[in-house]
C-alpha cells in the first residue's frame, strides 16, 4: 500500500520557514517525480514545485520562486519543502504527491499518489 505522509507544518509570523517533509512508503521511491501542492481556504489547489527522480531538476511556481526549495533524500524516501521568508497567501494545506515519470509537472493529473497534506499558517 502506498502512502506519503507530509509533517513539519505550524503555525509561523511572516518572514519565518517551516521545513515540509513527505515520507513515502509502498513504493520504489526514486522511480518518482515528487512534487508539492497547496489549497488555499476557498481556493483551487495549485501546484507549488516539483523535483525529478535524480534530484537533478526542479521547477517552481511563480509566487514561491526565490523563497521555497525543494529537495529529496532517495535513501530515506523522503521529499523536503524548504519555505523561507512566509507570507500569510502562503497559508494553506500543502500536499505532496507521486509522479511515474521522471519529471514532475505543474499538472495534478501527472500524479498517482498524493498525501492527505499538512496544514500552514503564516500570521501578520
Known amino acids: 500500500q502506498v502512502q506519503l505522509v507530509e509533517s513539519g507544518g505550524g503555525l509561523v509570523q511572516t518572514g519565518g520557514s517551516l521545513r515540509l517533509s513527505c515520507a513515502a512508503s509502498?513504493?520504489?521511491?526514486?522511480?518518482?517525480?515528487m512534487g508539492w501542492f497547496r489549497q488555499a481556504p476557498g481556493k483551487e489547489r495549485e501546484f507549488v514545485a516539483t523535483?525529478?527522480?535524480?534530484?537533478?531538476?526542479?521547477a517552481y511556481a511563480d509566487s514561491v520562486k526565490g523563497r521555497f526549495s525543494i529537495s529529496r533524500d532517495n535513501a530515506k524516501k523522503t521529499a523536503y519543502l524548504q519555505m523561507n521568508s512566509l507570507k500569510p497567501e502562503d497559508t494553506a494545506i500543502y500536499y505532496c504527491a507521486a509522479d511515474l515519470r521522471y519529471v514532475g509537472g505543474p499538472q495534478e493529473s501527472r500524479y498517482a499518489y498524493w498525501g492527505q497534506g499538512t496544514q500552514v499558517t503564516v500570521s501578520s
Open positions: 509502498g513504493l520504489t521511491f526514486s522511480s518518482y517525480a
Open positions: 523535483i525529478s527522480r535524480s534530484g537533478g531538476s526542479t
